[in-house]
């Protein structure tokens, strides 16, 4: 297979806010970003290969993200710039500990506009793991194409990757959400869920509850991220916990993603079904070092750790 990770879903610009003009007027850094480019963007970085498939538009943070992904090495086979839509764009503000608060311009943005014919299935089929996140559920026709191309992964037993990265902003209500977010559930052979989306994808407060839902519903490992107090993961078999690295958190832009992207990157090389207890616990502090090296800096795709950087930390 050519392909480590090939991920579908939003490509958009974060223009996160850095401070304040000589006026007095916030001023905002331009930042490319979307959960599955800063999931790849990560995998770029430990030296993996990846591809995109989603919608830009035909315009200046289109291109410049069309440029960003083809400075990673990230294949742009799948990229779709579409000139009657406009590029997404999410305005991020922080407050003192680093947390994101959001704002998007998305009506529609091109994210959402996808077509299940302008897919690149061939980059799925040459892939070890598909990934998606809910960003393309929210709105149609991405939803459709989303689902053809998992549906797709399946036939050709590709491992399906699902990260739902709830944004209440995006979904008309919560009971809509639940029911989206569930969706796609049955069809996944990994998980990644934060502590906060528990209850929303399993009806679970507790993440070792919430996994074992979703671990009944087909699921083959979930992991589950508890912020400051590290990661967990869950099979049927077995649960490994390894705890969060000690950072300065400056901006906790794509730490999930990073987090996220370290363990595909694992998998990918070493396979699923080598998972074991001990091995589990060296795979989560890989990708807890990973994302607590990524909010050291602001940023997602640009804040992404090397490989150099994590071997500095491990004493390799």
């Not at 970085?45 to 993200?65: E, H, M, N, P, Y």
């Not at 939803?143 to 990260?163: P, W």
Request: with cysteine; glycine share 10%.
């Amino acid at each position: 297979m050519k392909y480590d990770v090939t991920a579908l879903g939003e490509a958009l610009i974060d223009f996160a806010a850095v401070g304040k003009s000589e006026s007095g007027a916030t001023l905002f850094e331009q930042n490319p970003g979307g959960a599955p480019l800063n999931v790849l963007a990560a995998i770029d970085r430990l030296c993996g290969s990846t591809a995109f498939i989603g919608k830009v538009g035909d315009d200046l943070q289109g291109r410049f993200i069309q440029e960003v992904m083809g400075n990673l090495a990230i294949d742009t086979a799948g990229l779709v710039l579409d000139p009657a839509y406009t590029t997404t764009m999410t305005f991020v503000s922080l407050d003192g500990d680093g947390e994101r608060h959001f704002s998007f311009a998305r009506k529609p943005g091109a994210d959402t506009q996808l077509k299940k014919e302008e897919v690149n299935f061939d980059l799925i089929r040459n892939s070890k793991i598909f990934h998606f996140g809910s960003l393309s559920l929210t709105d149609e026709p991405a939803r459709e194409a989303t689902m053809c191309a998992v549906d797709e992964a399946r036939k050709a037993g590709v491992l399906v990757s699902y990260d739902p990265n709830y944004r209440a902003a995006l979904w008309p209500d919560v009971e809509t959400a639940k029911k989206q977010l569930r969706d796609p559930v049955t069809k996944v052979d990994i998980m990644k869920i934060s502590e906060e989306e528990c209850e929303l994808l399993t009806g679970e407060t507790q993440p070792e509850a919430a996994a074992a839902v979703l671990l009944a519903k087909g699921v083959r490992c979930v992991f589950v991220t508890l912020g400051a107090d590290g990661a967990m993961l869950k099979t049927k078999d077995f649960s490994a916990f390894a705890p969060a690295m000690n950072v300065y958190a400056v901006d906790t832009t794509g730490a999930g993603d990073a987090f996220w992207g370290a363990i595909l990157y694992q998998i990918a090389n070493q396979g699923l079904d080598s998972l074991n207890p001990e091995n589990s616990k060296r795979i989560l502090r890989f990708a807890n070092i990973v994302g607590g090296l990524c909010v050291e800096k602001r940023g997602g795709v640009s804040s992404m750790p090397s490989i150099t950087d994590i071997q500095d930390v491990l004493g390799w």
